[in-house]
């Protein structure tokens, strides 16, 4: 017979092995809906009643990285690029050069002040309509954020700090999630897969005082809305991670068969529930959308 201490010790290993095949079932449904959907997004996406979405950048490496935020596809997106010309002046000037902006008439909502703004800047040509560019003074991301805020024009606001990127269909999956259910329904969307995701309705960051620490507990759990895949990714992901995801693995390996030739069976079995959750996980990064479409590729090359 087990002891008391034994079956708590046990039905804890258990639940957390249950908690990982949970996360993985979502993620792997998460994953079969977005390719689903992102068979139907050009009929989905611009329906008249799309959701409009507002991009907030707290600074940008260049050029190039406000080119991919205007790449997307969805028609009711719009990115607000806040920047400090003081702080850099070249990538100030190379934004305001290769997209033709001007500096145009600064009136903010008054629901949410911003100190430090120089001025307000758009495009003079029709291509670069949905660039917004924010000319201020950096003290932080949220204060970068809020400043955004001011001068968005959607209903919603996706927040992304430096050296995030936005994957494929991003604003476009976002855009259909909320079309899914009737207009203000939800507040707040948020994906732990991947780099964070926190989108929030405009009118929800400004009642919170921006995007603060009580942000998310100010939003109803009613109006809260969870999606197990991936939106952001790194701009520059490591290139060591496979080889340390192996060296791991490996030394999981070597651990659990050290434990159990020593005859350390509690040991061995919250190494193996370890694993456990490390295979659950790795099995479920494989099935995000983009792992797959790279593995198809490979293969028809091959």
Not at 123 to 144: E, G, H, I, P, Q
């Amino acid at each position: 017979m087990l002891a008391a201490g034994q079956i708590v010790f046990v039905a804890a290993l258990a639940a957390v092995v249950a908690g990982a095949f949970v996360a993985l079932v979502r993620i792997v449904c998460a994953a079969d809906k977005r390719l689903l959907l992102a068979e139907t997004r050009g009929m989905l996406c611009d329906a008249p009643d799309g959701r409009g979405i507002s991009v907030l950048c707290s600074g940008v490496a260049g050029v190039e990285e406000v080119r991919r935020l205007l790449d997307e596809g969805y028609p009711r997106y719009e990115a607000v690029v806040v920047l400090d010309s003081v702080r850099r002046p070249e990538a100030f000037a190379a934004v305001l050069a290769e997209f033709h902006l001007i500096d145009v008439n600064y009136d903010p909502a008054d629901d949410l002040p911003a100190e430090g703004v120089r001025g307000l800047y758009r495009s003079r040509k029709r291509c670069y309509r949905r660039l917004v560019v924010v000319d201020k003074a950096f003290t932080s991301c949220r204060a970068d954020f809020d400043a955004a805020v001011g001068v968005a024009i959607y209903d919603y606001v996706l927040p992304l700090r430096p050296g995030i990127r936005m994957m494929p269909f991003c604003i476009g999956r976002l855009a259909i999630e909320l079309s899914l259910e009737p207009a203000g329904a939800v507040e707040l969307v948020r994906s732990p897969v991947g780099e964070p995701l926190l989108l929030v309705a405009r009118e929800a960051a400004v009642a919170a005082g921006g995007f603060g620490p009580d942000l998310v507990r100010s939003i109803p759990r009613s109006r809260r809305r969870t999606l197990y895949e991936p939106f952001l990714r790194a701009a520059k992901p490591s290139v060591r991670r496979p080889v340390l995801r192996r060296g791991a693995a490996l030394l999981l390996a070597a651990c659990i068969a050290a434990t159990a030739a020593a005859g350390w069976w509690e040991v061995c079995a919250v190494l193996l529930t370890l694993a456990v959750v490390a295979a659950a996980a790795e099995y479920a990064r494989t099935c995000a959308p983009e792992e797959r479409t790279a593995r198809a590729a490979s293969r028809k090359s091959v």
